[in-house]
């Protein structure tokens, strides 16, 4: 089956730093792969997502690559803010369809001292 | 006004209690979903539904049954909570925003069984 594995948190960072959230995925075809950030208190957002290999996914200064050769989406930024502190789940759906569905990684939780 | 809304928003009950968390929705997309997040779990999907007339279990259904009583509405119970079901529960709808397939979250009910 379908399954997501990201890096465990907490990341406690400070302002300006580069942060790297590593995800990797099984999955049988093709999936899409999905970024989502949940701010304290707050529901899931999605933050960016991925369709097809290659494809880089890119939001609010946050990027990543869908990395097929590694099943990898690994979750980059140049320089966190404090208002980056939030839990973020990396997730992959199969291809669409009447089937669609989304798995989750168990969540990162990222702080930003000033 | 949010597009996706939950209520109640927090609740706290007995072992043994039966609980109904209600879910609407404004998007009108026929997908509704309903997560439960637990710490270093992520999020686990428990029941889909793809329209009024189609009801799936998903990965931990069991001690939880859903209705969906119109498309805008996907409400979840557990007929007799028990303390294992503490955790904090996410409606999802799915549909297309700027042509692309994007999933939205409520904002979550946190619920406590005793």
């Known amino acids: 089956g379908n399954s997501v594995t990201q890096m465990e948190g907490p990341v406690t960072l400070s302002e300006e730093a580069f942060l790297t959230i590593n995800c990797t995925y099984t999955?049988?075809?093709?999936?899409?792969l999905f970024w989502y950030v949940q701010y304290p208190g707050e529901g899931l957002q999605l933050l960016l997502k991925?369709?097809?290999?290659?494809d880089k996914g890119s939001n609010k200064g946050f990027e990543a690559t869908y990395r097929k050769e590694t099943t990898s989406f690994h979750l980059e930024k140049g320089s966190v803010q404090v208002s980056d502190s939030a839990v973020y789940f990396c997730a992959l759906s199969n291809s669409g369809g009447s089937n669609y569905k989304l798995t989750f990684g168990k969540g990162t939780l990222l702080t930003v001292n000033p | 006004d949010a597009d996706v809304t939950q209520t109640p928003r927090n609740r706290i009950t007995k072992t043994g209690k039966r609980i109904m968390l209600e879910c609407s929705q404004t998007?009108?997309?026929?997908?509704m979903y309903w997560y439960r997040q637990d710490p270093g779990l992520g999020l686990r999907l428990i029941y889909y539904?793809?329209?009024?007339?189609?009801?799936n279990k998903g990965e931990i259904s069991d001690g939880y049954s859903v209705s969906r009583q119109a498309q805008a509405k996907f409400s979840l119970s557990l007929e007799s909570a028990i303390p294992n079901q503490t955790a904090l529960y996410f409606c999802a709808t799915r549909g297309l925003a700027g042509g692309k397939d994007t999933q939205y979250f409520g904002p979550g009910t946190r619920l406590t069984v005793l």
């Open positions: 998007k009108g997309h026929d997908r």
């Open positions: 539904s793809f329209d009024v007339k189609d009801i």
């Open positions: 991925a369709t097809k290999a290659d």
């Open positions: 999955a049988t075809g093709y999936p899409s």
